[in-house]
Nanobody, 123 residues
Framework: QVQLVESGGGSVQAGGSLRLSCAAS??????MGWFRQAPGKEREAVAT?????????YYADSVKGRFTHTQDNAKNTVYLQMNSLKPEDTAMYYC?????????????????WGPGTQVTVSS
């Protein structure tokens, strides 16, 4: 059984940084994604990655240049480095795994989801 566990969320001031981690147990998956959902809003893709080579396949326009999605195959873990955080980045962040290629920002291709980690950015 696949389990995804996120960590690294917290509260920071605008301009600060956080690094989210997602540790996967069980079978490995081709696609790993980070999504977020703010209160009253739909879940949106933040960044996705094709683990066959660790290639980033998508960044939301709102996070380009600020967030970096990487993987550590040895640890079966992906990371989301978040710099220059803004109040509008405040949300619950979810890690997701799937095997349908191409890897991209579509919720439906991800079969497994973590419980989420809260990120709160104050102005």
């Amino acid at each position: 059984q696949v389990q995804l566990v996120e960590s690294g969320g917290g509260s920071v001031q605008a301009g600060g940084s956080l690094r989210l981690s997602c540790a996967a147990s069980g079978a490995s998956h081709r696609c790993m994604g980070w999504f977020r959902q703010a209160p009253g809003k739909e879940r949106e893709a933040v960044a996705t990655l094709d683990t066959a080579g660790g290639i980033s396949t998508y960044y939301a326009d709102s996070v380009k240049g600020r967030f970096t999605h990487t993987q550590d195959n040895a640890k079966n873990t992906v990371y989301l480095q978040m710099n220059s955080l803004k109040p509008e980045d405040t949300a619950m962040y979810y890690c997701a795994a799937g095997s349908t290629v191409p890897c991209g920002p579509w919720v439906g291709i991800y079969a497994y989801w973590g419980p989420g980690t809260q990120v709160t950015v104050s102005s």
